[in-house]
């Protein structure tokens, strides 16, 4: 994190998304300063805040991108969720404390994922010891004799060495085996009008206590015993309870929230109705963003620097329309510009996951070469920037959903043209898109 400068941050995002450099030098920002705020005494340190965001532009200008790159970048605890799904208290449907809980069980994986790696190899040894008691069981025989060096015991070393050779080399994957697995029971008809994410943590502890692991035995092939086996010996060899901590420390101080359609919470003063649920969950956020502690199943977890970049277009509101508190929580804001006819040809090419390199690599997988000239990008970009005008405005999306109207034939032929090379110029363009760009009702349907 040490060489994560701010420059290097945004080189890295440039490689994924076009333009917006504005908010790109915003998140690389909040994020180094996270670095530097753990270089800090420990009694300045506790005093430095999160820099919040909020980022203002329409739809598929990059928005979510930025934010699910940087977390990417950085191996910090992501999530996204939208504004619009969460109730104010007391109400029926999720509260905005669930979206750290959400927070903490993805940090739980992505720690447990980590531990995986670093036991694996014990694991795996421990795996294959257990395949080989399956496969020659160890008889009351064996067990009493306690002399290694007898005929027996050398007998049953010599074909346990020679399974151990012919299961490294896959030669067993597809026997059968007997397998004990311990799966889980749910509760069943206990409060079934809502989900076990909505419980309080103490009850789901409660009710995973009620109803212990209950062993089934399974007949399953070598090779998917192999991974089920793997799966047990990681999970006795992980410490829970230290990538429970680990998980909670890398939340508290490296966790990202991406709050997406803050503006359909945003009221205008004028607008009169029934709707209960925006200013409460406005109100409800406050204490989440500016610092509180939340109790989830794996423990209680302070908010104060948690990262939350929220996002809207405020198309028929604005930013002021939030509540001041809110507001004055999320102190960056940063405009995100609409998409040009050069950015649409810029992504159509530069990024590593451009749309044109996955069809190629798509229709790579059925033996057809597909060559896209540049003038044929031009003409894609043209054809979705044009569409946006006279249409909705939905951004970069609209180049995926072109892209797939121009595709459409040769994808429902390419198993039958193996071999073949076919290269889109702009005359292929065009004759499969320009009716549909000249009828703007048809547009309006189709693209």
Same mark, same amino acid.
């Given at each position: 994190?040490? =060489?994560?400068?701010?420059?290097?941050?945004?080189?890295?995002?440039?490689?994924?998304?076009?333009?917006?450099?504005?908010?790109?030098?915003?998140?690389?920002?909040?994020?180094?300063?996270?670095? $530097?705020?753990?270089?800090?005494?420990?009694?300045?340190?506790?005093?430095?805040?999160?820099?919040?965001?909020?980022?203002?532009?329409?739809?598929?200008?990059?928005?979510?991108?930025?934010?699910?790159?940087?977390?990417?970048?950085?191996?910090?605890?992501?999530?996204?969720?939208?504004?619009?799904?969460?109730?104010?208290?007391?109400?029926?449907?999720?509260?905005?404390?669930?979206?750290?809980?959400?927070?903490?069980?993805?940090?739980?994986?992505?720690?447990?994922?980590?531990?995986?790696? %670093?036991?694996?190899?014990?694991?795996?040894?421990? /795996?294959?010891?257990?395949?080989?008691?399956?496969?020659?069981?160890?008889?009351?025989?064996?067990?009493?004799?306690?002399?290694?060096?007898?005929?027996?015991?050398?007998?049953?070393?010599?074909?346990?060495?020679?399974? $151990?050779?012919?299961?490294?080399?896959?030669?067993?994957?597809?026997?059968?085996?007997?397998?004990?697995?311990?799966?889980?029971?749910?509760?069943?008809?206990?409060?079934?009008?809502?989900?076990?994410?909505?419980?309080?943590?103490?009850? =789901?502890?409660?009710?995973?206590?009620?109803?212990?692991?209950?062993?089934?035995?399974?007949?399953?092939?070598?090779?998917?015993?192999?991974?089920?086996?793997?799966?047990?010996?990681?999970?006795?060899?992980?410490?829970?309870?230290?990538?429970?901590?680990?998980?909670?420390? $890398? /939340?508290?101080?490296?966790?990202?929230?991406?709050?997406?359609?803050?503006?359909?919470?945003?009221?205008?003063?004028?607008?009169?109705?029934?709707?209960?649920?925006?200013?409460?969950?406005?109100?409800?956020?406050?204490?989440?963003?500016?610092?509180? /502690?939340?109790?989830?199943?794996?423990?209680?977890?302070?908010?104060?620097?948690?990262?939350?970049?929220?996002?809207?277009?405020?198309?028929?509101?604005?930013?002021?329309?939030?509540?001041?508190?809110?507001?004055?929580?999320?102190?960056?804001?940063?405009?995100?510009?609409?998409?040009?006819?050069?950015?649409?040809?810029?992504?159509?090419?530069?990024?590593?996951?451009?749309?044109?390199? =996955?069809?190629?690599?798509?229709?790579?997988?059925?033996?057809?070469?597909?060559?896209?000239?540049?003038?044929?990008?031009?003409?894609?970009?043209?054809?979705?920037?044009? %569409?946006?005008?006279?249409?909705?405005?939905?951004?970069?999306? $609209?180049?995926?959903?072109?892209?797939?109207?121009?595709?459409?034939?040769?994808?429902?032929?390419?198993?039958?043209?193996?071999?073949?090379?076919?290269?889109?110029?702009?005359?292929?363009?065009?004759?499969?898109?320009?009716?549909?760009?000249?009828?703007?009702?048809?547009?309006?349907?189709?693209?």
């Amino acid at each position: 994190m040490s =060489q994560l400068t701010p420059r290097k941050i945004v080189d890295e995002l440039d490689r994924y998304i076009i333009g917006q450099d504005a908010a790109k030098r915003a998140a690389a920002i909040a994020i180094r300063n996270r670095w $530097r705020r753990q270089q800090l005494p420990d009694e300045l340190r506790d005093e430095v805040g999160p820099s919040n965001i909020i980022l203002i532009g329409p739809t598929g200008v990059g928005k979510t991108e930025i934010a699910r790159r940087l977390a990417h970048l950085v191996s910090a605890p992501f999530i996204k969720v939208e504004a619009t799904k969460y109730t104010e208290v007391g109400y029926h449907g999720r509260d905005v404390e669930s979206m750290i809980r959400d927070l903490v069980d993805l940090a739980v994986n992505m720690v447990r994922d980590e531990q995986t790696e %670093v036991v694996r190899t014990e694991a795996e040894r421990l /795996t294959e010891e257990h395949l080989l008691d399956i496969l020659i069981p160890p008889t009351d025989f064996d067990r009493s004799d306690n002399d290694a060096a007898s005929d027996t015991a050398q007998r049953r070393q010599r074909n346990r060495e020679k399974l $151990r050779a012919q299961l490294r080399a896959g030669e067993l994957d597809e026997r059968v085996v007997e397998l004990r697995i311990e799966a889980k029971q749910m509760p069943i008809g206990v409060m079934t009008s809502f989900g076990m994410d909505q419980l309080e943590p103490e009850m =789901q502890n409660i009710l995973e206590r009620l109803m212990p692991a209950q062993p089934k035995t399974r007949l399953v092939p070598i090779r998917e015993a192999r991974e089920i086996i793997l799966d047990q010996q990681c999970e006795k060899l992980i410490d829970r309870e230290k990538v429970t901590d680990i998980a909670l420390r $890398r /939340t508290e101080n490296a966790g990202i929230v991406f709050l997406d359609e803050i503006d359909k919470l945003a009221a205008p003063s004028q607008t009169h109705g029934p709707d209960i649920s925006r200013a409460g969950v406005q109100r409800d956020l406050l204490p989440i963003i500016e610092g509180c /502690t939340v109790s989830t199943r794996h423990g209680p977890l302070r908010t104060d620097h948690i990262l939350f970049i929220a996002a809207g277009a405020f198309h028929g509101s604005k930013p002021s329309d939030l509540m001041p508190e809110l507001q004055g929580r999320l102190p960056i804001r940063v405009e995100l510009t609409d998409l040009t006819r050069e950015d649409f040809t810029r992504i159509l090419t530069e990024p590593r996951n451009a749309l044109t390199r =996955q069809q190629t690599a798509l229709m790579g997988t059925e033996g057809v070469l597909i060559e896209f000239t540049p003038d044929a990008v031009v003409a894609i970009a043209d054809i979705a920037f044009r %569409v946006n005008e006279s249409t909705e405005n939905i951004g970069a999306r $609209r180049l995926m959903t072109v892209m797939e109207r121009l595709m459409e034939e040769l994808s429902f032929d390419a198993s039958e043209r193996s071999g073949e090379t076919i290269r889109i110029d702009r005359q292929y363009v065009s004759e499969r898109l320009a009716g549909l760009t000249e009828d703007a009702d048809l547009s309006r349907f189709i693209l």
